[in-house]
C-alpha cells in the first residue's frame, strides 16, 4: 500500500510483535522526498522513508513523556498516565529492516507535513464511542467523524475543546461587567459631576456612570474567532452537535472586531471554566494543534493514554450496574525505602455488609498461546498486593482482571480460560479469581446492549451473594 495511508491508518496500539515495513509498504509514491524527473525513484523513495523515521525515532527520544501525554479526556484525580511506557519504538535503520512497535499511546506525530497516526488496534469508532461516554456532553450519532485528511491528534483537539465549551457554555454565555457614560433622562449610577457642571442649562437629562452586563469581551471574542476559523476549515463538520452554541457567539458584534486584550482571565469562579476554552481557542487560532512542539518546527506531535481512557469507559459502565468505591480514596500505602506509594485499584465494587471485589483493568492483548499466555507476571503481583492490603479492612470476595476483546474473539477467550480459580492471600482466604472480556463490536449499534450485559454479570453477582 501506499506510503502516506499507511503511517496515517494502519499502525495500531498495543503492537509488541511489530509491523515490518517493506512487507506493508509498496513504493508509488513520493513520501517525505521528491523524485520529479530523477532516477532511482524505488531507492529515493525508501531514503524518505528511512529518514522521516529516522527524525521521528531522535525526537521522540528527547520527549518527557509525563510533560506530552495529554489527558485532555479524564478530569477526575483518579487517573495518572504510565510514564514508563515507550510512546513509539522504531527497530532498525534501514527501509529492509525497519519496524514499527506500538504501546498504549495513541496520536499523531507530524514531520515536514507527513503524518504518523498510531490508531486505536479496535477502530477509531470505538475510539468515539469512548470519549462521547466519558465526556457526557457528545451526542455519538452527529459526532464530527474523522476523515484521512484529519490528523488524530487534531480531531481529539477539537473533540477536547467542544466538551469544554459545552461544559462552560452550560453555566450561560460568559458576561462581564463594562463601564458606561450616558446622559440619560433618570438617574442610573452615579452622576458626573464634571459634566453636570459644564452644562449651560438643565435639559432633563443628567450625564450618569453606571456599569452594565456586556458580552463584549475578549474570551467571547477569541472563541467566536475559534468557531469561524473551524467553519471555514476542514474540520467544519465537527460543529454539527453545537449549531445552537455557534449562533449565540455568532450574535455577538464586536465595535471593529476589537476588545480589551488585557482581559484574559476569568475571574468569576462561576465562569472560571472559560478559562480553559479560552486557552483550547487560541491554540485553534494559532494552529497549535499539538501537544509539544512549536508549530514553526519540522516536528511536533499530538499523544495520549488511551489504557486510561478505557479504564474510565469501563468503571462508567460498571457503574450503571452496581455501586463501585472511589478509587482514590486513600487507604493504604506500600514503603519504597524511601517514601511510601498509595495503591489504588482500577475497580473496587461495593457489594454492601463490608464486602468488596477487586479488579484491575489492562487495555492489553489477553494471550491464550505461547510464553506470554494467561495474565502477564507484574500484572499477578500487582493485583496479589491488593488482595492483601484490602483484605486486612474488607472481607474480599471476588478479583480479577478486565480485557478488552473483539466481539468475534469473545468466545474462543472465555471458552479458554478457566471458569473460576481462587487465590489464597493469608491462612484462610480462598478469594475467587476471574477474567473478564469486555466485548467491542465494530458495529456500534451493538455496543450499548454490550455494555449493559456486561455491567449485569457483576449485578448477577452481587445478588447471588446477597442471598448466600
Known sequence: MKASYFFKEEIKDNNYQGVLIRDRLLLEEDFNCNTYARPNKPNLRKEGIEDFLRKIKDNIQSIDISKATKHLLLEDLEFDANTDQKIIEIVGSTFENLSIKTSNIVGSFYFKGNQLNINCRFGNSFLQYMIANTSGFIELERFGGLNNDIGLGEW?????????????FSHGLYKTYIQKKESINTIKGSIDINAYIAEHYFN??????YKEHSYENHINLTIKKAIAKIGKSKYDGMLNDMLNIKSTFDGIHFKNGKTNESDKKVKNPFYKKYNEVYDLSQRIINDEFLSFGDPESEFSAFIFDISLLFEHHIRKVIKNSIVLLPKNKNEFEIPNGITTNKIFPDVIIDYGNNKIGIYDVKYKHFQTKGKEKGVQREDK?????YLAYYSSKYEVIDSGFIYPCRDEEFYDLTNAVKEVQF????????IPFNIRFYKVSEDLNFQYNFDIEFGKQFLVESNSITKD
Open 156 to 168: 481529539i483537539l477539537i473533540i477536547y475543546w467542544k466538551m469544554q465549551l459545552k461544559k462552560a
Open 423 to 430: 487465590i489464597k492471600v493469608g491462612k484462610t482466604n480462598n
Open 381 to 385: 503481583f500487582q493485583l496479589i498486593t
Open 204 to 209: 432633563g437629562k443628567t450625564t450618569c456612570l
